[in-house]
């Protein structure tokens, strides 16, 4: 009994301390360990007021196992242990947990007040839940709390990150005084949404209320005017701003540069810059890295690499802004060699500086070097996603790789990307690019939410594939679904129908694009219609076209009448488009290499050798033909007349082995394509250097019979090679697909699908 006296202080003490332990709001996990231990020995479980305290420890040190033990041990939880932990999971962003706890809650019949409600409807939120939000919409309703300024204030907000600003609005009108926040809410919804008038109207309407903008009210019209595309707004929006009064902060400054970067309003943008100098934002990482990407876009490139070297401290973030930037302005090479250089030093690099990388290398014809860096980014552990794949997409495609296209997209199914838009939109272009029309159109049909790229992009896949007819079909099929074309739709549908010869398809779809559309042509619409004409060799109506053009021609329309009057031979016209060419494109090699193809077709030799000592004389050389193979996981390039690749003994001997195979069956050489002034015996020799029947042959030496070949061309496949390959499908039995600058041929048993028209 004296030991029982002598150890009750002891206890007390060691009571006080575990309590003390659960009202410290900084107490260690292992005190809050300790106090669930002695709670559960002295038997004070049954006591919710020391339940709920171990709640709120164990989900602010985010244990959230421990706090679902111990709520499932409490025998009748009250409301209050519900909400502590409720609003505990919100707060730490754990909005499936507390969707749960607010479940189980409800299955306990406990109905939740003013203090659970707003912490629900943040859960929901967070998660864009907008059908568990309307339930938790309609509990509020029928328990009375949907008038409670605090429930009406997290349900606008709920409501506008689930993108239903209409709902938003109606709770909003429902208020009696919403306070800044609210207001602030509601007006960069609209901004966001591009809804200029309204944003404004309500933004004046706050004012007149007697509720004045704070920096958030300012900062969200500014932010969202830049994320809905319009630029001038965001911009004007700040110097009002500056002239009410309200002193920009970091966060303004980081908001509105990106627009001035877009409308590449330099003066606006060192204005900008000298201001933030003034308020002392110089140190601030946010706004360096804001004013990196502002100059790049603006193609200041010094200024650019001036901000990024006077920052006291580089982050991940001003590393891919200057990495981005250099990329946009041509300097591949020194992106490469500063991710490199910040690779090497450590810098943790994320998805977005890996991402900037492969879109900088595959949109600037490294397309290799893209493959590769997602290969390396894969091996240092970070994870692509949903952008890193349509930038990486084009560069298989580019080169017809279809195979690490293939892994591309099974990567994306195992993240469950593969049906985004975009995602969905690249693998489409890849597999058409591949030529396989058909995997492109089942991408097209597993995309559940199609946008206009995704209805483009199948569209351009069968233009280019020559299938006039199927393009036609989806033109029809994308406006029966209510999705109106655009002035790219236009591109896609009139190079389908210039592909395939469907003159008067062509024309009517042009005319219709103003009257019917509301859609100015643009000077590429002119430059399909020009070879739409120009290829049914009306080359006097595709002139006549040019010159009655409402725009100045391009490169792009005289390129089209150049290369109409070449497959023609019309010397009279070729030498006008060439001469106006000549002004337009002094350093293009390939426009006096067909003006001297027409010449020579002629036999007009002296015209040739006029035309090549001007290309002398201005140091321009041909483009050597070129082709591609993948072969083995691995692309093999092919020059024209290249003697060093270390197979090609193999290919020469399978050539002239194809050679004599072919000529037994009745076949020679198309050597009258062959445009140059020498003997008949060299002129078959030329043509048995084309790249992409070295390339075809290199396929057949390193493939098994039967196995598909992919080959793709920087020029257009000649009539010799052309007719070679269709022999080469027939007698190897093998599908071959070529794409070249002009569109793609799929060579199967001695035919090609584009019915020898191209």
């Not at 003697?643 to 050679?659: A, G, R, V, Y």
């Not at 084309?690 to 196995?707: I, Q």
């Amino acid at each position: 009994m004296s030991l029982s006296v002598e150890a009750l202080p002891l206890f007390r003490s060691f009571q006080n301390s575990i309590f003390n332990c659960l009202n410290s709001t900084t107490a260690p996990l292992s005190q809050t360990r300790q106090a669930h231990a002695h709670i559960l020995k002295t038997g004070f479980f049954n006591d919710t007021h020391f339940a709920t305290k171990l709640l709120s420890h164990y989900a602010n040190n985010m244990c959230f196992a421990d706090a679902s033990l111990v709520l499932d041990l409490v025998p009748e939880p009250r409301l209050f242990s519900f909400s502590t932990l409720i609003y505990a999971f919100s707060k730490l962003h754990q909005f499936q947990h507390a969707l749960s706890t607010f479940s189980r809650m409800l299955t306990r019949g406990l109905m939740p007040d003013n203090r659970v409600l707003p912490s629900a409807f943040k859960a929901c939120a967070g998660l864009s839940a907008l059908k568990p939000g309307r339930q938790v919409h309609g509990i509020a309703s029928v328990s009375g709390f949907h008038s409670d300024c605090f429930v009406q204030s997290s349900l606008v907000h709920m409501y506008v990150k689930c993108n239903q600003i209409n709902d938003a609005r109606k709770v909003f009108d429902g208020m009696s005084e919403p306070d800044v926040v609210t207001w602030s809410a509601l007006v960069g919804a609209y901004a966001r949404r591009g809804c200029v008038d309204e944003a404004k109207s309500l933004f004046s309407e706050m004012r007149d209320s007697g509720v004045e903008p704070n920096l958030v009210s300012w900062n969200g019209m500014i932010s969202g005017f830049n994320h809905s595309g319009l630029y001038s707004e965001a911009v004007l929006m700040f110097l009002d701003m500056h002239l009410r009064g309200f002193e920009p902060d970091g966060t303004s400054v980081c908001s509105v540069l990106p627009a001035v970067g877009d409308l590449e309003d330099l003066v606006m943008g060192i204005q900008i810059h000298g201001y933030g100098i003034k308020q002392g934002l110089g140190s601030d990482k946010c706004v360096s890295s804001a004013l990196i990407d502002m100059y790049g876009k603006c193609s200041c490139t010094s200024d650019m690499s001036q901000v990024f070297n006077e920052m006291e401290h580089m982050d991940v973030g001003s590393c891919n802004a200057l990495i981005s930037g250099l990329s946009r302005n041509g300097h591949v090479e020194s992106s490469l060699k500063l991710f490199r250089q910040f690779k090497d030093q450590g810098m943790e690099l994320n998805v977005v500086s890996w991402t900037s990388m492969i879109a900088c290398c595959s949109q600037n014809g490294r397309d290799m070097e893209a493959l590769e860096l997602f290969r390396e980014m894969q091996i240092a552990g970070v994870k692509p996603n949903s952008v890193t794949i349509p930038c990486l997409l084009p560069a298989c495609g580019n080169i017809a790789a279809l195979m690490h296209g293939k892994a591309a997209h099974c990567f994306s199914l195992r993240r469950g990307i593969s049906t985004d838009v975009y995602v969905g939109s690249a693998l489409i272009d890849m597999y058409a690019k591949c030529g396989r029309i058909q995997a492109s159109r089942l991408c097209f049909d597993g995309i559940p939410r199609r946008n206009l790229v995704c209805w483009n992009a199948v569209i351009a896949g069968y233009a280019m594939h020559g299938k006039a007819k199927e393009a036609m079909e989806i033109f029809d099929l994308m406006q029966r679904n209510g999705q109106k074309p655009d002035a790219i739709s236009f591109t896609c549908v009139l190079s389908a129908c210039s592909q395939s010869g469907l003159t008067e398809e062509g024309l009517h779809y042009f005319n219709s694009m103003s009257s019917k559309y509301g859609i100015e042509a643009r000077v590429e619409h002119y430059g399909c219609v020009v070879t739409l004409l120009g290829r049914a060799g009306k080359l006097e109506q595709a002139y006549d076209m040019i010159r009655s053009m409402p725009l100045i021609p391009d490169g792009c329309v005289w390129g089209a009448l150049l290369s109409s009057c070449r497959v023609h031979n019309n010397v009279s016209l070729g030498e006008v488009a060439a001469k106006k060419l000549f002004e337009l494109e002094p350093s293009n090699p390939g426009n006096y290499i067909l003006l001297s193809n027409i010449y020579a077709s002629k036999a007009m030799w002296k015209e040739v050798d006029r035309v090549r000592d001007i290309m002398k004389n201005k140091g321009l050389r041909k483009n050597p033909g070129c082709s591609w193979i993948e072969v083995k996981n691995r692309v093999h390039m092919l020059l024209a007349g290249d003697k060093s690749h270390p197979q090609m003994t193999q290919i020469i001997e399978k050539l002239d082995k194809l050679s004599m195979e072919m000529k037994k069956s009745g076949y020679f050489p198309e050597t009258n394509f062959v445009l140059q002034d020498v003997e008949e015996q060299d002129k078959e020799q030329i043509l048995c250097g084309h790249s992409e029947k070295l390339a075809v042959v290199f396929g057949l030496l390193n493939t098994p019979p039967g196995y598909p070949l992919q080959v793709i061309k920087n020029l257009r496949i000649c009539v010799d090679c052309h007719v070679v390959i269709k022999f080469i499908s027939s007698f190897e039995r093998r599908e071959i697909f070529v794409r070249d600058t002009n569109r793609f041929h799929h060579f199967k048993d001695g035919a090609c699908s584009c019915g020898d028209y191209w």
